[in-house]
């Protein structure tokens, strides 16, 4: 009787530690801009919209991806803009208008050659399109600048479920990133005087 509820007691421990063991780590590190300079608004906050609303079902696959392009679009606002003038009524409006990628499945080759030809199979196409707005204290837009980036890639019918985790990631991260450096030169342009 002893020996059979030691064996309980030791099931039930063992059991409470496998609860407490941490989570593994995330396969991919999230995508951030905090290694760039911030750019600084003179405005009292920033605040997010996110106006993207995927449909969860093809050819819309940004969903899928370990970080979606949407995710990534928020940690560039939060790393890169500054609210440098606290108690200002003036506010900036960072909004997420698209941040889509469409799979299309390519064409394969047929008969005989086929068997012997790894096609590229899938296509994925990915947009990404922000607005940065400066608003004043009655609530008007007194400044606009509008961005976009997009980026294609196909797939191997042979790729691993790894390899097209990877592309995928990096097609996130490379859409931003190339839409920052164009919101960047949109801001130098058109900002003054609400940058600083």
């Keep these: 009787m002893i020996l059979?509820?030691?064996?309980?007691?030791?099931?039930?421990?063992a059991g409470l530690a496998a609860c407490a063991s941490p989570p593994p780590p995330p396969r991919f590190a999230e995508i951030r801009f905090d290694q760039e300079p911030p750019i600084r608004?003179?405005?009292?906050?920033?605040?997010?919209?996110?106006?993207f609303q995927p449909s969860f079902r093809p050819p819309e696959v940004e969903h899928e991806f370990p970080?979606?392009?949407?995710h990534a679009l928020e940690a560039l606002c939060?790393?890169?803009?500054q609210a440098a003038a606290p108690g200002s009524a003036n506010f900036a409006r960072?909004?997420?208008?698209?941040?889509?990628?469409?799979?299309?499945e390519l064409p394969r080759t047929e008969g005989i050659e086929g068997a012997f030809t790894i096609d590229q199979t899938w296509r994925?196409?990915?947009?990404?399109?922000?607005?940065?707005?400066?608003?004043?204290?009655?609530?008007?837009?007194?400044?606009?600048?509008a961005a976009e980036a997009v980026r294609n890639t196909t797939e191997a019918e042979d790729i691993s479920p790894d390899e097209r985790?990877?592309?995928w990631y990096e097609m996130s991260r490379d859409?931003?990133?190339?839409?920052?450096?164009?919101?960047?030169?949109?801001?130098?342009?058109?900002?003054y005087p609400y940058e600083s």
Excluded: H, K, N, W
């Design 175 to 191: 859409l931003v990133q190339s839409l920052d450096q164009e919101l960047e030169r949109q801001i130098d342009a058109t900002l």
């Design 4 to 13: 059979c509820r030691l064996c309980l007691y030791a099931s039930l421990a």
């Design 165 to 167: 985790d990877r592309a």
């Design 78 to 81: 939060r790393d890169r803009f």
């Design 94 to 104: 960072f909004t997420i208008v698209d941040a889509s990628v469409r799979e299309t």
């Design 67 to 70: 970080v979606p392009p949407a």
């Design 124 to 145: 994925y196409d990915g947009r990404v399109a922000v607005r940065l707005e400066i608003i004043d204290a009655r609530g008007s837009t007194v400044r606009t600048v």
């Design 41 to 51: 608004l003179e405005v009292g906050r920033i605040e997010i919209v996110d106006l």
